[in-house]
């Protein structure tokens, strides 16, 4: 079993990209599961966690999974408007997303708490709509359990 990384911090998060990604040999890529615990805008955990995929891929390795658990589904929801001068977090994930064919996982559960639901959530829970942004989808733990076991660490972005 994998130690998970824990990130609370962005010059921890910087210092963990530089080291862990640029001592890797460069023959040998690392497969990292991703989970972001905080949402978009209350913490920089999802700005950290985005930066650490970027910067991965980027340097060649893989991304099995990110997983958005706690409040961090709230960084799934295409309902965010955020100012024009600010970063669209949802709409970098899902263009990272796009470019890559990265999997983006919502928590179910933690999605219905916080009012997210995708079109087959919607109707089994009579909603007039759906709010998942694109690039996302929504699952269950056993997304996280499985990124745990597939990837060499999994790196845990806030509390």
């Known amino acids: 079993m994998h130690r998970p990384i824990f990130v609370s911090e962005l010059s921890v998060s910087y210092r963990l990209i530089?080291?862990?990604?640029?001592?890797?040999?460069?023959?040998?890529?690392?497969?990292?599961?991703?989970?972001?615990?905080?949402g978009p805008y209350q913490h920089q955990a999802s700005d950290s966690a985005y930066q650490f995929t970027k910067a991965a891929l980027e340097k060649g390795h893989e991304i099995f999974r990110v997983?958005?658990?706690?409040?961090?589904?709230?960084?799934?929801?295409?309902?965010?408007?955020?100012?024009?001068?600010?970063?669209?977090?949802?709409?970098?994930?899902?263009?990272?997303?796009?470019?890559?064919n990265l999997d983006l996982v919502?928590?179910?559960?933690?999605?219905?708490?916080?009012?997210?639901?995708?079109?087959d959530e919607m109707?089994?829970?009579?909603?007039?709509?759906?709010?998942?942004?694109?690039?996302?989808r929504i699952s269950g733990l056993g997304q996280l359990i499985e990124s745990g076991i597939q990837s060499d660490r999994l790196v845990v972005f806030g509390d």
Do not use: S
């Open 106 to 119: 919502i928590c179910i559960a933690a999605a219905q708490r916080r009012g997210i639901v995708d079109e």
């Open 18 to 38: 530089g080291y862990r990604l640029d001592d890797c040999e460069r023959d040998q890529v690392m497969k990292f599961g991703i989970l972001v615990n905080e």
């Open 67 to 100: 997983f958005f658990y706690h409040d961090g589904v709230n960084n799934g929801t295409r309902l965010a408007t955020p100012p024009q001068d600010d970063r669209n977090i949802t709409t970098r994930w899902g263009d990272l997303a796009a470019q890559y």
């Open 123 to 136: 109707k089994r829970q009579g909603k007039d709509a759906n709010n998942i942004a694109p690039g996302f």
